[in-house]
C-alpha cells in the first residue's frame, strides 16, 4: 500500500471515528465507580478482569463492579502508574515510594526497600518470566529475602545503561551523542554496537518484556532487540501507520501478545513486530493509551475523562443521524430512503457512507412510496404533499388549509388502476392521472395497505380488514375474526402474508391458517424484512432473525445493543448493499450482514464466601462445626456484555444436592450444613467453576468419637443383654429345676401309689391260697412274694434301673402270678442279643404296671390258657424298644367287661403310666413313646414303649 493511499485511509477513518464515536463508546467514570478520572494505564490478568491504574489507586473491574484498592487496602501510596502481572496471578503495582508489592486474591502485600526510607522510581521496570525488577533512571531491584536489593550495574560507565536479565547480556547502554547502542555481556565486554539509523532525540520508554526481547519506543518510532540473535528491529510510525507522532507511545505485553499503544492508535505486534490491523480511535476521546482485551474489546484511558470502551462488536458498525428519531426505510430504484423527524427525508450515499438531507420537512415525514404503474414517488408528511415523477418535485402545504393537515393520507398503494391510501380516518381512492382524492371510506385505526391476491388489505388495530367493491369487512381466518392490533403487513410470498402486531408478536398466515412466529409472543413488531428465506424483525427488543426450516421458520439469532444498537427499540430494518440498516429513535446503525459475536462472557467466580462470620478462601477452606450455621456465597462473574448485568447460572452443592438449580441470585445461602468436604460445582455460558470447603466435626462428632461411642454402647448393650439373658436364664434354669424336683416328687408318689396296688393284688393272691387250705402252696408264695416285695422297696428308691433288674422284677412278678393261675398261665421273654442289659438304664417299676395290666384286665377273663411275651428289642446305640403282648381278651372286651362289673375299686393304672410316662418326657432325660393296640389276626393286646435316653 503506498503511503499516499495509507494517509487517505487514515484520514478517512479518522474522520468517521469522529463523527460517530460517542455512539459507539461507553464511558466510565468516578461517576460510575472510578475513584478518579485521571487513569495512568491498563491491565487485564489472567481471569480476564481488567486493572485501571488512577492516581488515586487501582481498580480491579469484572464488567459490573469496581473494587477499589488504596492506602486503606494496604498500598504504599493511591499514586500506582504501572503495573505487570506474574503467572501466579500477581498483579505488581509500581509507583513513586519505598515499599513495592504485588495484590493477590484481593489481598495487597507490600516489601520494603532494603536501605531504609531510600525511595524507588521504577519508571522502566523489567519483567523476566514471573521475576519483576523494579528499574529507575539508575538503579535495578530484585525482590530477595522480602525485601528489594539493587543490583550491581556493569564496569562500564553510561548514563544509559539498561540492567538486563539474560544467560549472555549483563546490560544495554544507549549512547545517544553517538547515537549508537552497545551491548554488554556477563563479562563486561562489548560484544554488539549497533549504529542507529537516525538520532534518537529521546527515548521515553526502555525495557526488557520478557526473557528474549527488549525494547525501545518514543513518539516517532520503536525499537526490539532479540536477546537471543541481537537482531535489531527499527519501525517508525510514520512509515508504518502514517503518524507522523504517537505520544504516550509504548509496548506492553498483554495476553502473551505484544501490543503498541499510544495517542490515537493501537496494534498487535505480528512475528516480525510490524502492527497488525491498527484501530485508530478519535482524538475527541483524548486517551494516550489502550488495550485489547481478551475478547478483542479495546478499553482507552485518559487523563481528565476516566475510561472508554468500544466492543468488538462495534468497531465494524458505523452510525448515521445520531440523536435523532429516525422512522422508516424505502428502497426506490435501488436507493435508500428514510425519515428523520422534523427534518424530513434523507437518502443514503453510498460513497460516503453518510445519509444526506433529500426534502426538508419541519414536521413528521411518513414513509416514501413508489408508485411504479404509474412511475411517481410519494413524499408524504403531516402537513405537506410531494411527489416525485420524472426527477421532478411537485409539493402541495396543508397547513394553513382547513383541516390542517394531508388530506392524501401517509400510506399509498396501486389497486384496480387507481391509488390507495390510508388517512386518519380511513381509506381514499386517488385518481393517478391528476392526483385528486376521488372517493373516502371510512374506517378507524388502519396502520398498512397491502394488496395479496388481487385483494386490498388493510392492517388496522382490530385485526385486518378487506376492501372489496367498495365495502371494508372483517378478513377471516379459519372463520375466525383476528382481533389484534396489527401495525405492518409484509408478503412473503404471493402466497403467505407476514402480520406484525403490538405487543402479541408475529404471524404467518396465507389467510387459512395462522401461525405465530417462535419467541415473538408479547414483542411489539414494527416491521419486518424479507431476504429470500430469512425474515429479520424490528421489535421492541433488538432484532430477531429467523431462517426457513422445511415449512417453519427457525429462530436464528438476535442482535441488541450489546452488539452495537444504539437501542433495542427499532423503528424499521432494511438489508442494503449486503448490510444491515437498523433505525431507532436514537439514529441508524448500519451493521455488516455477517458481522462476527464475540462473547463478552469470560468466567464465574466466587467472590466472596462466609460461615457465619467466619471467610473461606482458598487458603482458610477448613472451619469448625457451629450450630445453626449458615454459609453464604456470593457469586460474581466477568462479563463485559452491556446488555445482560444479571449472570443466569446452574449450581449445586455436592454431596448434598444432586439436581443442578438454576437462578440469578447473586448470593446462595445453605443453612444448617453437617461436618462433611462440601464442593460447590457452578455451570454458566459453558464454563465450571468448583469451590470446595470442609466443616471439621466438634470432638463429639469425630468418627473416632463416634466409633468408640457407638462400639462403647453396643459392648454396654451386650452386656446388659448378657446380664438379662444369663438372669433369665437362671430363673429359667430355676424354674426347670424347680419343676424336675416336682416331677420327681410327683414319679416318685406315683411310685408310692403303685405298691400298694401291687401289694393288694399279691394279697388277695395269698388270701386265696389259704382260703383253699393249700398251706404249703401258700408259704411258697409269700416267700416268692417277700422275695418280690424286698426288690421292689429296693427298685423304687431308685429313679432309674438297669434292664437286667427290671428284668429280674419281672420275672418275681410273673412267677408269683404264674402260681397264682397254675397251669393256665405261662409268660416268655424274649431279648436281642445285642441289648447290653447290664449297663442300659430304664426308669423304675415303669414297666411292671404295664405286665400286671395284662395279666389282670387281658388274660383274667380268658377262657383258655394264657401266655404274655415281653419282647426287647435294640433300635439305636442306646435307644431300645419293649413290646408286652398278651392273648387275652383284647381291649374292646376288657372294656365291655369293666363297665358290666359290680366292682367298685377304679382301676388308675393306665393314666398312672401316662403321666408318668409324660413327666419323664417332660424331664428331657427320656424321650418316651408309649402305643397300646388290639392285635389284628388274633386275640389279644399290644403294647409297645419306645426309649430314647438323651443324657
Known sequence: MNKKKRYIIIVFTLFMWSFCFAQQYTNYTTKNGLPSNHIYTIRQDHNGFVWFLTDKGMVKYNGNNFKVFTTKQGLPNNDVWEAMISSDSKMWYFSKSSELGYIKNDSVYKFPNAIEGEIMNPIYSNQVGDSIYPTGPRESYKLKNNKWQKIKSSSIKSHGESFVIHKKVKSILTNLSANEIRIVNKKDKVIKTIQLPERYEMITRRKQINDSLFTWISSKKYNILNLNTLKFTNISFKDEIGLEEVVHARITIINHELQVSGTGVVAVLDKNF?????????????????????????????????????????????YNLTNNKTGKFSLINNSLYTTVFNKGFFKYNNKTKTFDSFLNVKEYPFKAAEIKEFNTVIFPSKYKFTTLKKGKLNTQNFKNVLPGTNPYGFQFVSFENSIYSLFSFGLNKINPKNITIEKEYKQSGCNQLITFKNKLIIATNNGLKEFNKGNITPLLISNKKIKKPILTIDKISDSILLLNTDGFGSYITNLKTIKQLPYTNFLTVEDAYIENNSIWLA????????????????????????????????NDIIIHNNKIFASTHNG???????????????????DKALYNNTNITSNNSTIEYENDNNV??????????????DISYKYKLLPGQHKWITTTSKTLNFTDLPPNNY????????????????????????????????????????????????????????????????????????????????????????????????????????VQFSRLIRKFFDFSRDKFITLQQEISLLE??????????????????????????????????????????????????????????????????????????????????????????????????????????????????WLITYEIKELDNENGTLVQLTFKNNE
Open 679 to 782: 464442593t460447590l460445582s457452578l455451570v454458566s455460558n459453558g464454563i465450571n467453576k468448583n469451590f470446595s470447603f470442609k466443616i471439621t466435626p466438634l470432638w463429639y462428632q469425630t468418627v473416632l468419637f463416634k466409633l468408640f461411642f457407638t462400639t462403647s454402647s453396643i459392648l454396654l448393650l451386650v452386656y446388659i443383654l448378657m446380664k438379662i439373658r444369663t438372669r433369665e436364664l437362671a430363673k429359667k434354669t430355676a424354674k426347670l429345676n424347680t419343676q424336675k424336683q416336682l416331677a420327681e416328687f410327683e414319679l416318685h408318689a406315683l411310685r408310692s401309689q403303685m405298691n400298694p396296688h401291687f401289694v393288694f393284688n399279691s394279697l388277695n393272691s395269698i388270701q386265696y391260697y389259704i382260703n383253699k387250705n393249700e398251706i404249703e402252696l401258700s408259704e411258697k408264695y409269700l
Open 812 to 925: 418275681n412278678y410273673l412267677e408269683i402270678e404264674k402260681m397264682r393261675f397254675g397251669k393256665d398261665f405261662n409268660y416268655q421273654f424274649n431279648i436281642d442279643n445285642q441289648l447290653k442289659i447290664n449297663k442300659l438304664k430304664i426308669p423304675s417299676m415303669l414297666l411292671q404296671p404295664i405286665v400286671e395290666n395284662a395279666v389282670n384286665h387281658g388274660l383274667f377273663h380268658n377262657e383258655g390258657k394264657g401266655i404274655i411275651k415281653i419282647n426287647f428289642f435294640k433300635t439305636d446305640l442306646n435307644d431300645f424298644t419293649v413290646q408286652i403282648l398278651d392273648n387275652g381278651v383284647g381291649l374292646k372286651k376288657a372294656k365291655e367287661i369293666k363297665e358290666n362289673s359290680i366292682r367298685t375299686h377304679i382301676s388308675k393304672s393306665t393314666e398312672i403310666i401316662k403321666t408318668r410316662i409324660a413327666l419323664l418326657n417332660q424331664s428331657k432325660e
Open 274 to 318: 510490524r502492527m497488525k490491523n491498527p484501530f485508530f480511535f478519535p482524538k475527541e476521546i483524548k486517551s494516550h493509551f489502550a488495550l485489547i482485551d481478551k475478547t478483542n474489546t479495546i478499553w482507552l484511558a485518559t487523563f481528565s475523562n476516566g475510561i472508554y470502551k468500544l466492543p468488538y462488536v462495534k468497531r465494524n458498525l458505523t
Open 588 to 606: 441508524i446503525v448500519v451493521i455488516p450482514k455477517n458481522q462476527e459475536s464475540i462473547s463478552q462472557f469470560l468466567n464465574i467466580y466466587i
Open 539 to 570: 421489535t421492541n427488543e433488538g432484532i430477531l432473525k429467523y431462517t426457513k426450516n422445511e415449512n417453519n421458520y427457525k429462530f436464528i439469532k438476535k442482535l441488541t445493543i450489546s452488539h452495537g444498537l444504539p437501542s433495542n427499540n427499532i
Open 632 to 645: 453464604s456465597i456470593t457469586v460474581s462473574s466477568i462479563n463485559y456484555d452491556e446488555s445482560s448485568k
